[in-house]
Each structure stands twice: as structure tokens, then as C-alpha cells.
């Protein structure tokens, strides 16, 4: 079975200033997808960002990065110029490419929680 | 509202009670994920539905939960005799289809507080 593991179970950023959250998954196959999503108070959970194995070239979107070491199996999300609407709690999911019966589910870590300061 | 909606948005009941939880997807999206999250912990997947027959309900924890989906519809997850390990939010998503790159697009969940 897959396991996601986020080390950080709070982090903190002054407003304008770079952060980067950390995660590591353990998984025997070689083909899956990754992904960061971001859950407000509202609980409403936001896809982020989003990286398939099998592309060397990490993921951008605007401000969100992602740094995606396959072979140390770590996913880690570089949040530039952090604004205060960036705070929330940070989720690293991964999901398996093997099929549409067992491989749909998302498998979560514990979450990282981030507070942006003014 | 394209969105995934949930209801009620919170629920409070007492140890023993059934209650259903009803998740209405984006239109159109043939999959659609219940997932529980509890205070302070990320979410853990309980059932997938591709159309209206669940390939994949490895995730229920006990035969107390089940859940069902009309079509490629609404979906309603049942609790029976709750207990207070059962309260949790409860997340429903949907997804255009279920391979791995399809976005799953996420409800605001159900706050259910069992005393």
C-alpha cells in the first residue's frame, strides 16, 4: 500500500517571502501522479498542482512549484511570493496510474498547516 | 452552482442513530469518491463510484457504513448505529472520469458530531 508522509506539521512565512512544504510518499510502482491540493477554513479542498511520474520537468502554476525527486520518492511545494489568502492547510496526495478500479483513490498525508504573517 | 454540493453541511446525533449524508456531483462527471477526514488528519478514501456501481469500497470501516449512487447522480452515504469514532467531516468529490490525471473536485463536506 502507498503511504504520503508530511514531516511538517506546521510552517510559518512572512508575507512576500518563499516557502517550501515538504513530502515524501513510499510506492513499488513506477507510474502515478502527485498532487498538492490546499484546504481553507471553509474545508473546501482546492487543487493546487499537479505532476505525473513519468515527466522529469517539474510542475508550475503561477506562484505554486513543485520539486519532484523520483528516486528519493519526495514531492516538496515551493510557495513564491506568499500572500496572507495562502493560508490554509497543505495536503501532498498521490494516486496511482494502474486502472480505474483500485487505481482512482487519492492517498493523503496528515496535511501541513501555514500561517502567513503580515 | 457547478460545484459539488453536500448536505446537510453539519449534523449532530446521538450514539446509536442512523444518519445519511447526500452528495450531489458536477454534472456530467461519471466518479465520485466519499473520503472521511477527522480532526486534524488528512482524508482517508472509503468508496469510489463509477456510475452507479462502486468498484472500489475497500475503504468503508465497518459494515455499519454503506452508500449508494442513482445513475450518475446523487450519492448518499449512510451510517447505521453511530458511534463517537464516526465523527469526522466527510468529503464527497467527483471527477469527469476515474483515470489518474482527472482532477477530483471536492464538496465542503459534512461536520458530523456524534454525542
Known amino acids: 500500500a502507498q503511504t504520503v508522509t508530511q514531516s511538517q506539521p506546521e510552517m510559518s512565512v512572512q508575507e512576500a517571502e518563499t516557502v517550501t512544504l515538504s513530502c515524501t510518499y513510499d510506492?513499488?510502482?513506477?507510474?502515478?501522479?502527485l498532487f498538492w491540493y490546499k484546504q481553507p477554513p471553509s474545508r473546501q479542498m482546492i487543487l493546487v498542482i499537479r505532476?505525473?511520474?513519468?515527466?522529469?520537468q517539474n510542475a508550475t502554476e503561477n506562484r505554486f512549484s513543485v520539486n519532484f525527486q523520483k528516486a528519493a520518492k519526495s514531492f516538496s511545494l515551493k510557495i513564491s511570493d506568499s500572500q496572507l489568502g495562502d493560508a490554509a492547510m497543505y495536503f501532498c496526495?498521490?494516486?496511482?496510474?494502474?486502472?480505474?478500479?483500485?487505481?482512482?483513490?487519492?492517498?493523503f498525508g496528515e496535511g501541513t498547516q501555514l500561517t502567513v504573517n503580515p | 452552482g457547478a460545484g459539488v454540493s453536500q448536505s446537510p453541511s453539519n449534523k449532530v446525533t446521538e450514539k446509536g442513530k442512523d444518519v445519511e449524508l447526500r452528495c450531489d456531483p458536477i454534472?456530467?462527471?461519471?466518479?465520485l469518491y466519499w473520503y472521511r477526514q477527522r480532526l486534524g488528519q488528512g482524508l482517508e478514501f472509503l468508496i469510489y463510484f463509477q456510475g452507479n456501481s462502486a468498484p472500489d469500497k475497500s475503504g468503508l470501516p465497518s459494515d455499519r457504513f454503506s452508500a449508494e449512487r442513482t445513475g450518475e447522480s446523487v450519492s448518499t452515504l449512510t451510517i447505521q448505529r453511530t458511534q463517537q469514532e464516526d465523527s469526522a467531516v466527510y468529503l464527497c468529490?467527483?471527477?469527469?472520469?476515474?483515470?489518474?490525471?482527472?482532477?477530483?473536485?471536492f464538496g465542503p463536506g459534512t461536520r458530523l458530531l456524534v454525542l
Open positions: 496526495a498521490y494516486r496511482s496510474a494502474r486502472g480505474e478500479t483500485s487505481g482512482s483513490r487519492l492517498t
Open positions: 468529490a467527483s471527477s469527469l472520469g476515474a483515470g489518474g490525471w482527472e482532477t477530483q473536485y
Open positions: 454534472s456530467g462527471h461519471t466518479a
Open positions: 505532476q505525473e511520474a513519468y515527466k522529469q
Open positions: 510506492t513499488s510502482e513506477s507510474d502515478y501522479y
